[in-house]
């Protein structure tokens, strides 16, 4: 299907363990974003990506890692999750820069 | 400082009333770019409106209006003859060149809709 799709919607995991979040986009956007939402902060950006291999840090990259080998492909990657790592995770992508972003489902990550 | 105010946190009205959401943005630049999300109950964000720096044209999409002030840096949002399907959350966001074009979010505006 065309789009933004984010794998897996919903994840459990423990402090400590590595979760990897997948995020695919089929427009061929150049650009890619990461974001977070927690109650009271809105969306936090995370990582985002101007094309594949260049990618930059946003307001929250502390705990985080991300590539971008493929145009299309995104993974963001928590190394050793903490509970304040805790919240819903979105994906994005643009065509350019100013463009309008368009979202993924969202994936919920509790950390226990 | 945020650079994208949305004061109301939460408002809430009963069905067929007009609400307004109010954004406030904060930018040196002349050419930027302002957006509009929605965000249902279900979680998606789904866009609604672009608008650029140089369009000062308010903008209608049936029920929907914006309001763009640049005199007073607002993008302000209305709904006409609100619907409970309207209840969600509000997204204002700013793209600028002094932030690379990355846009910049408001906190959001939580708006319920009762019948």
């Known amino acids: 299907d065309a789009g933004i799709t984010q794998s897996p919607r919903y994840k459990i995991t423990e402090t400590g363990r590595q979760v990897t979040l997948m995020c695919h986009q089929t427009?061929?956007?150049?650009?890619m974003f990461w974001y977070r939402q927690d109650l009271g902060h809105g969306l936090r950006l995370i990582y985002y990506s101007a094309a594949a291999d260049i990618t930059d840090k946003g307001e929250v990259p502390d705990g985080y890692v991300v590539s971008r080998s493929k145009t299309e492909n995104f993974p963001l990657t928590l190394e050793s999750a903490t509970r304040s790592q805790t919240s819903v995770y979105f994906c994005?992508?643009?065509?350019?820069?100013?463009?309008?972003?368009?979202f993924g489902p969202g994936t919920r990550l509790t950390v226990l | 400082a945020q650079k994208v105010t949305q004061a109301q946190t939460e408002i809430s009205v009963v069905e067929k009333e007009d609400v307004t959401l109010d954004c406030v943005y904060e930018t040196r630049d002349t050419t930027y770019y302002l957006f509009w999300y929605k965000q249902p109950p279900s979680g998606e964000l789904v866009f609604l409106i672009r608008r650029n720096s140089f369009d000062e044209q308010n903008e209608i999409s049936g029920r929907y209006s914006w309001n763009f002030q640049k005199s007073t840096s607002s993008f302000n949002f209305t709904i006409t003859a609100s619907q409970v399907v309207d209840s969600a959350v509000y997204f204002c966001?700013?793209?600028?060149?002094?932030?690379?074009?990355?846009?910049?979010f408001g906190r959001g505006t939580s708006l319920i809709v009762h019948p």
């Open positions: 966001a700013l793209s600028e060149p002094g932030g690379s074009y990355i846009p910049t």
């Open positions: 994005a992508s643009s065509e350019y820069r100013g463009d309008t972003q368009y």
């Open positions: 427009w061929s956007h150049s650009y």
